[in-house]
């Protein structure tokens, strides 16, 4: 057993005599002038960078020396000595240098924590397990009632995969300190080691109590828990009243978990003030850059209901724009705001206005939208005019005013657009146009591949029905645009051979038709796709769209027999490893899907 | 007279015009009846140019299913497979997405030719195997290799568990699979980690209910009861197929039948001090000398498993093991275990991953092993009028599985190699030949 050294002028003796003779000669050709003027924690550190490892240690014993010899202990200078010592020696594959120094200093400072933290982790980085646990002993009786040597001794066991003498060591712990042993957060991270998820979430429900900072910690472990677990994570940190650490931290440790409506959930249940108000605007970002927009609206939604801030304002209407929801993003737009938070009226304008378009574009009420931009007046710049020109066009179209939305393209950049252009033409049942122009179209919407798609297969350059169409499309009349579509299949279907028909692109009418529609409207276009276009690239899709339908509604028989015609008639088919694998999940060859569909709404 | 005949002299640009046409059609004509007439046999390649390994084992099964021969055709491009050319078995590959090769009589005369004179062979497949895997019955197949194997190959078993082999269902078998299981009774020493988890309870309530209804104390008493069943199938004429932890604790289980071996969670007492000298290793398949571990805070059953992966102080780092090679034609039961499309494999932990050389009876064939390593991979033996076979670790493609891991979903893995070495055990059963040993 190591016992404290209390004689002063036996301290200093032993001190001198262990650390003055390996000072090294680097230090000792110095001089003691030298010594006093050159700082030689400097020398150590840089010694140390320029890997002059020879003269890093010999100056960081210098330092150690100082430190221990300087009238009142400088424990900062000690602890910086020993840890670059200990680096250096780990560097130059002599880790158990260390070890004898350490010995020394702990002789006059047996409870220094950063000496019997280096004194462990050497010990057991280098496998001498019974030697140190010897140590953990020693510390543990010079530490009294203080946590630190179980909580170093647990960490170190748990990292290198010694979860079950972890167990022991904290079992111990927890029945000698009690809670002032803080080793909540190690016997917590001991059951994650574990995979005792439950506990885990017990015990850092239980550390964040006193220990906040741990909240981090806390996330990165337990949102590692696998699926089939967490539910009983959530039961432990919902449990009680809503406090902002555990129910952040169950918000947190949601989104890591693709849960993002479960996490809203479990913050909103906060009461507003100052704190939770933070915790929502970190969530509201957090759901935005996961495109969670449900839940980014209501979270920015909060965080306006109390602050009536125009950020926050502006946040909800576009999250809310962007999830799809135009009606609320309106409301939201055209809210008052409260207080100096709302902004100055031209601030809310630039902010809010081009929202309000956009939503009344979705919407379809166009001369909503264009009174609003003319009343906006002075107040929108010439960029945002500009920029709104596109959600305008949309609104007119959508409207189903193709003259209205013409002109508004006449008026604007947009005129040199090729998408713009592009659409416009199809419209108008020009599908030269609309294929010289689109296929220069810089995004790749769903329905812009679809329409490209389309217009290679008809080889006609005119028909006003397509683009009728396409123009239902545009209305969200999807409807109607199965309807048109369907019709023009059948007129291909009808017309002579000679005439100029889009009759190579029935099956891909069809199979627009089919998207748009559902239940067993979409099956008899699928099926009507293979009975009667069995040769076009369609057919297997119309297989595999089928199988899925027919699985969805439980009829597994139907599915397997469509995907089996698909993979046996189909070989060269790109969607066969969809298809086989749709299959083996269907006979249960392969495990279910570990991944649940994300909760958005 | 000019008795000359004069023939129309064909130029010579015509000529060859001529010959090309005929030439031409000829090759049509060919490819036409190449078309038209199907071919006598279908090659499984099981080199590289085999897309689904894996499920090409279970379009053989369904071969013999359904009633036709196969063959074997050991180290001929990986361990191919000769099939009758059938709709069934071409609508099965194409499902399954397994590569077939359609070949003329011909082209199997020239294989036989190829195969005839260098260190290959063409085994005869012709029954069926009647397989039965140890596990219990409701168990989900995603944490056993063999299972999930089976189920994505898709070939036929069925699951027996204690209560069948006590009763002497194994006899109805020909082939038995044993995965994790302690054989020894004590859980795989996970009571310290696992008490309070529910499928820990569940498993320990269960045992102990079976060994009960059995008329046994405790659950090792069951456990090596059921070992030595297992090892009376094998040495009636069963084929025995191990993995990961059942190698090492059946041998356990068997040698120290009569020894009490496990740690006083399990029985109530501790293990006998002397247990070492009681175990009776002449009644072992594989093993012998084995120091057992008698501490119940150790997580290792002995020193059989090299690895020792879940005692951090011994773990050993996974390397590779390479497949030794054998004669087709003299050793036709290691070539048949071993045959596949690498010789190298990438290791993987199990509760035993490997097995240490210093403790394998003499008459053990070792299959694989890992170069300048004490241990071995994967070791086969005949015992009785039956033969054993057992590899080490857990999951071929999921080389540090731990539980609670996600299961291995094996379509993202259809060509793995070590996988394919749990699927020779399982078509090794329905070969003709009798072996014949070097």
Redesign the interface.
Request: net charge negative; aromatic share 14%; hydrophobic share 40%.
């Given at each position: 057993m190591v016992r404290p050294l209390r004689n002063t002028w036996l301290r200093h003796l032993i001190t001198v005599a262990l650390f003055a003779a390996p000072v090294g000669a680097g230090a000792q050709s110095g001089g003691s002038a030298a010594a006093d003027t050159v700082d030689p924690l400097g020398i150590a550190m840089s010694a140390e960078e320029k890997r002059d490892f020879p003269k890093a240690v010999a100056a960081y014993r210098v330092v150690l020396q100082k430190g221990m010899t300087q009238g009142t202990d400088n424990a900062d200078l000690i602890a910086v000595a020993l840890l670059g010592l200990e680096r250096v020696w780990a560097e130059t594959g002599a880790r158990d240098s260390i070890l004898p120094i350490v010995q020394r200093v702990l002789l006059l400072r047996p409870s220094d924590p950063v000496g019997r933290s280096i004194q462990l982790r050497t010990l057991v980085g280098l496998g001498r397990d019974d030697d140190a646990r010897q140590a953990f002993l020693s510390w543990r009786r010079a530490a009294g009632n203080d946590g630190a040597p179980y909580r170093d001794y647990a960490r170190l066991l748990i990292s290198s995969g010694r979860a079950q003498a972890a167990d022991s060591l904290l079992t111990e712990a927890g029945r000698t300190l009690g809670r002032a042993g803080m080793i909540s957060s190690e016997v917590a991270q001991l059951h994650v080691a574990l995979g005792r998820w439950n506990a885990a979430a017990v015990a850092f429900r239980d550390a964040l109590a006193d220990q906040p900072y741990l909240e981090a910690a806390a996330m990165f472990a337990l949102a590692r828990a696998p699926a089939p677990t967490r539910d009983s994570v959530r039961t432990v940190l919902l449990e009680g009243p809503p406090t902002l650490v555990l129910r952040r931290l169950m918000s947190t440790i949601e989104l890591a978990w693709n849960e993002p409506r479960r996490g809203w959930t479990a913050l909103s249940a906060l009461k507003a003030d100052d704190s939770s108000a933070v915790a929502w605007r970190e969530f509201g970002e957090r759901a935005e850059m996961a495109n969670a927009w449900l839940v980014a609206r209501d979270a920015w939604t909060a965080v306006f209901e109390r602050d009536g801030d125009l950020d926050a304002q502006a946040r909800a209407a576009t999250a809310a724009l962007n999830a799809g929801d135009a009606a609320s993003a309106l409301a939201m737009a055209r809210r008052e705001g409260r207080g100096n938070a709302a902004g100055k009226p031209a601030t809310r304008v630039a902010m809010l206005v081009p929202v309000e378009i956009a939503a009344l574009g979705e919407l379809g009420r166009a001369a909503e939208a264009q009174a609003r931009l003319d009343a906006a007046g002075k107040d929108v710049d010439e960029t945002t005019r500009a920029m709104l020109s596109r959600p305008l066009v949309s609104a007119w179209l959508r409207s189903g005013d193709l003259e209205r939305a013409r002109t508004a393209v006449a008026g604007s950049d947009l005129a040199d657009d090729d998408e713009t252009v592009g659409w416009l033409a199809l419209y108008d049942g020009d599908l030269a146009t609309a294929r010289k122009r689109l296929v220069r179209a810089e995004t790749r919407r769903g329905e812009l591949v679809d329409a490209l798609g389309l217009l290679a297969r008809a080889r006609i350059d005119r028909s006003p029905a397509l683009g009728q169409a396409f123009l239902a499309l545009a209305k969200r009349d999807s409807a109607e645009a199965a309807r048109r579509f369907i019709a023009l299949a059948d007129s291909a279907g009808t017309a002579p051979a000679s005439s100029l028909t889009i009759g190579d692109a029935s099956p891909a009418l069809l199979a627009l038709a089919a998207r748009l529609v559902h239940g067993k409207e979409s099956m008899a276009l699928w099926d009507r796709i293979v009975a009667s276009h069995p040769k076009s690239p369609e057919a297997p899709e119309a297989l595999l769209s089928s199988a899925r339908a027919l699985r969805d509604a439980g009829d597994k028989a139907a599915a397997t027999a469509r995907l089996e015609r698909l993979l046996v008639e189909y070989p060269q088919s790109a969607l066969l490893p969809q298809a086989r694998r749709d299959l083996e999940r269907l006979r249960g060859a392969i495990p279910p899907s570990p991944y649940a569909a994300p909760h958005d709404s | 007279m000019d008795t000359r005949v004069s023939f129309p002299i064909a130029s010579g640009r015509s000529v060859l015009r001529a010959v090309a046409q005929v030439a031409a059609t000829l090759v049509l004509g060919m490819m036409v009846l190449a078309r038209a007439l199907p071919a006598q046999s279908l090659l499984v390649p099981m080199d590289d140019g085999q897309r689904n390994h894996l499920k090409a084992y279970g379009v053989t099964f369904a071969a013999l299913k359904g009633g036709l021969k196969a063959e074997w055709l050991l180290n001929y491009r990986g361990g191919s497979f000769l099939l009758a050319d059938t709709p069934e078995i071409r609508?099965k590959a194409?499902?399954?997405?397994v590569s077939l090769e359609p070949v003329t009589d011909g082209v199997v005369a020239s294989m036989r030719a190829e195969i005839a004179g260098a260190n290959m062979d063409a085994v005869v497949l012709e029954r069926v195997p009647k397989i039965a895997i140890y596990r219990p019955v409701n168990q989900?197949p995603?944490d056993d290799a063999v299972t999930l194997a089976l189920?994505?190959a898709?070939i036929d078993f069925t699951s027996v568990w204690d209560d069948a082999v006590m009763k002497g269902d194994l006899s109805k078998y020909d082939w038995v699979h044993l995965h994790h299981e302690d054989f020894t009774g004590q859980f795989n020493k996970l009571y310290?980690?696992?008490r309070?988890?529910p499928w820990f309870v569940e498993q320990r309530d269960r045992d102990l209910a079976t060994a009960r209804a059995f008329g046994l104390n405790d659950v090792p008493a069951l456990k090596k009861s059921v070992a030595d069943n297992i090892r009376g199938f094998v040495e009636k004429g069963g084929f025995l197929f191990a993995m990961c932890g059942a190698t090492e604790s059946l041998d356990l289980g068997i040698a120290g039948l009569n020894v009490d071996i496990a740690g006083p969670y399990s029985d109530g007492t501790p293990p006998a001090a002397d247990a070492d000298a009681k175990m009776q290793w002449t009644r072992a398949l594989a093993f012998q000398g084995a120091h057992v571990e008698p501490s119940p805070?150790i997580?290792a059953l002995s020193d059989i498993d090299g690895h020792q992966v879940n005692v951090?102080?011994r773990?050993q780092p996974l390397g590779a093991f390479t497949l030794f090679d054998f004669s087709a034609k003299l050793d036709p039961v290691p070539a048949m275990l071993v045959q596949n499309h690498r010789t190298v494999v990438p290791d993987f932990y199990g509760v035993t991953t490997s097995f240490n050389k210093a403790v394998l009876k003499s008459g053990v064939t070792v299959l694989a092993s890992e170069d300048g390593a004490p241990w071995v991979k994967y070791i086969h033996g005949d015992y009785g009028k039956g033969s054993w076979t057992f590899l080490g670790g857990h999951d071929p493609e999921d080389p540090q599985h731990?539980?609670?891991?996600?299961?291995?979903?094996?379509?993202l893995h259809p060509t793995s190699p070590a996988y394919r070495l749990i699927l020779n055990n399982v078509l090794f059963p329905a070969a003709k030949k009798k072996p014949r040993k070097t």
């Open positions: - | 609508r194409a499902l399954d997405g989900p995603w189920t994505y898709g310290l980690a696992y309070d988890a805070y997580n951090a102080a773990r731990a539980i609670g891991s996600a299961p291995t979903d094996l379509s």
